[in-house]
């Protein structure tokens, strides 16, 4: 078999020649032939054999199908046990030779790339979203491996420093994960005081190296990633690699913890979302951090984020019904998830794409930036019906309701959430079509309203679909879809005047948007439980549902704080300031324990920025 023929044709010729040494008779076991395959095949190149492989395998099974002559069968038929016997001693090759051949693999991809293009070729052989991922010990010999260059090239040097400071950080940091949370004395998430507890103050105090000290700092302090970047525009080749292993593994670590909250399957995936999230932000504002002086550690960020959402993506708890979940480092939600949208429009349509779009197209609607969520759902809706994704089509034309209902367009609103119903019925997805439930009676309730149709009939017709979506929520276990459910009811019958009915479901809605994690959801709720108290004249309910509605949405962008605002003015005018006051401390207890102590202090500031826009 000569070296000079490509490998393909090698691997051929080496596959023939088993082939023909097995019908004649000179293989006497299995053994013999794993022997020649360790000796045949070079680490690295497995997918070349493998295909040449396949190629082998189809040419004779055609041939047993086809032949009609007895003696040429019965060849065939033997050759093609020998080409079986091959294919299970090269599963074997690849079970045992697993390692090395990942190595090798990202030896080549790395040692290959022109010199810009190295950092690249760093996070494609570290992407978790491989068929066989590296591991820590992969790593490490992968960083052994390209000490073996670093005379010929200091990038491989770099390269190599940069894994082997950054998987000595995560050796300490990984010791004392979650340590963090006890300081916080329970309080999960990615805030704490400024500069003293959470987990990046937490982890800055573990790890070694200058870079990543003063990255966590950052973070700690509540400064943004895109300020880090421009402070550290002469960092090098080592630094970033150091940094990435730290965070790479840093994110897996916590998500991994997370999903295996098996004792509260509700804060497990929630805590986990929220991570991926945050994760996929700070890479992303290091992307535009680095993007006017630092092309290549600007796209490696751009890629590294992509990898997280992918990952996400793929995440059977992916939320394709959810509001904003992720606590990011700070006290504010605000435009966080914009940060996103740039890189991916630079994204082939796929399947991931489809689902990461769904979630900017909600988390706009929040925001009341209704024209920029009609188009991530349109986009999605048509990628998803292009990759066969029929959950994530039903969940687009469900958010496309919802966002005509905010625009007040019911009409549009009730075409896309009956499209939505037949589809998910057809497909028998049943969360798309509680969904569908729901936003159907929701908006024909919103419609009836509008036009003033006060026939009760219309209204029943319209409640009967949203207990309907309701008892399915409930069924399914699903509390994402359960909160959009009752919180929706609770509008319903506020609009139709049954205030004491839309409390029961609006308090509810509350409830199970603070277990499903949806803020959005959290300050609506809570909105329009104002709203209900100050119908029966409750003010002191009002005055305290209200404030936490006004800050909740605030605190995440939403238009629809400053309807709270106006209602909560108009309170403060009728039983006047003192009063509303006093009102005011009464709760603060309560209060603090859902926003702390700078939520409540930065109520009276919000009603007093209200008045001074008026």
Wanted: hydrophobic letters at 40%; a negative charge; glycine letters at 8%.
């Amino acid at each position: 078999m000569s070296d000079s023929l490509p490998l393909r044709d090698r691997y051929l010729a080496l596959i023939d020649e088993i082939v023909e040494t097995t019908l004649k008779g000179k293989i006497s076991s299995v053994e013999q032939v794993y022997q020649i395959l360790l000796q045949g095949i070079t680490s690295g190149t497995g997918e070349v054999f493998e295909l040449a492989l396949s190629d082998r395998l189809n040419t004779v099974q055609r041939q047993v199908d086809g032949e009609k002559d007895e003696l040429k069968k019965s060849k065939a038929t033997r050759g093609l046990r020998a080409i079986k016997t091959i294919q299970s001693q090269w599963q074997r090759w690849q079970e045992q030779n697993k390692a090395t051949e990942a190595i090798a693999l990202a030896m080549r991809e790395i040692t290959t790339a022109p010199a810009g293009d190295r950092l690249a070729a760093f996070i494609r052989v570290t992407d978790p979203n491989q068929r066989q991922p590296l591991n820590l010990s992969q790593l490490q010999q992968l960083a052994k491996s390209l000490q073996q260059f670093a005379q010929a090239d200091a990038d491989y040097e770099h390269i190599s420093n940069g894994i082997t400071r950054g998987l000595a950080a995560w050796q300490r940091l990984q010791d004392n994960l979650l340590s963090w949370m006890y300081e916080q004395k329970g309080s999960l998430g990615f805030g704490g005081v400024p500069g003293e507890r959470g987990p990046w103050a937490s982890w800055a105090k573990l790890v070694k190296s200058e870079l990543p000290q003063a990255f966590f700092r950052t973070l700690a302090l509540e400064r943004s990633p895109i300020e880090f970047a421009q402070q550290h525009q002469g960092i090098t080749l080592g630094d970033w690699v150091e940094l990435t292993v730290i965070l790479q593994y840093l994110q897996r670590g916590l998500v991994n913890w997370f999903d295996q909250q098996a004792y509260d399957v509700l804060a497990g995936p929630k805590l986990s979302i929220s991570t991926f999230l945050t994760f996929a932000v700070i890479w992303s504002q290091l992307a535009n951090g680095f993007v006017n002086t630092g092309a290549v550690y600007s796209n490696a960020a751009w890629q590294i984020m992509l990898q997280i959402l992918r990952t996400f993506a793929q995440r059977p708890y992916f939320p394709l019904y959810g509001g904003i979940f992720a606590s990011f480092s700070g006290s504010s939600l605000r435009d966080a998830l914009d940060y996103l949208d740039e890189p991916l429009t630079q994204v082939e349509g796929t399947q991931e794409k489809a689902r990461i779009l769904t979630l900017l197209g909600y988390s706009q609607r929040a925001l009341g930036q209704y024209p920029r969520s009609h188009k991530f759902h349109r986009q999605a809706l048509e990628i998803a019906r292009n990759a066969g994704d029929r959950p994530c089509e039903i969940a687009n034309l469900n958010h496309t309701s919802r966002t005509y209902v905010q625009e007040q367009n019911y009409a549009e609103a009730i075409n896309y959430s009956q499209r939505a119903l037949i589809l998910s019925r057809q497909a028998g997805d049943r969360t798309g079509e509680a969904n569908a439930l729901v936003n159907l009676g929701y908006s024909e309730v919103m419609q009836a309203q509008q036009l003033e149709n006060a026939e009760p009939e219309t209204y029943e017709t319209a409640i009967n679909y949203l207990e309907q979506g309701l008892k399915l929520s409930e069924k399914l276990g699903d509390i994402q879809s359960k909160a959009l459910c009752v919180s929706s009811l609770g509008i319903a019958y506020l609009v139709i005047g049954q205030h004491q009915a839309a409390i029961k479901y609006l308090e509810e809605g509350f409830k199970t948007a603070q277990v499903s994690g949806d803020l959005y959801l959290q300050g609506r709720n809570l909105a329009y439980l104002a709203e209900a108290y100050y119908h029966l004249q409750n003010a002191e309910k009002a005055v305290y549902t209200g404030s936490l509605g006004m800050y909740l949405l605030e605190q995440i962008a939403s238009r629809e704080w400053r309807q709270v605002a106006g209602l909560l003015t108009i309170l403060q005018g009728q039983i006047g300031a003192e009063t509303f006051e006093i009102v005011l401390q009464q709760h603060r207890p309560k209060i603090i324990s859902v926003i702390g102590v700078d939520g409540y202090d930065h109520i009276p500031q919000l009603l007093a920025s209200y008045k001074q826009d008026m």
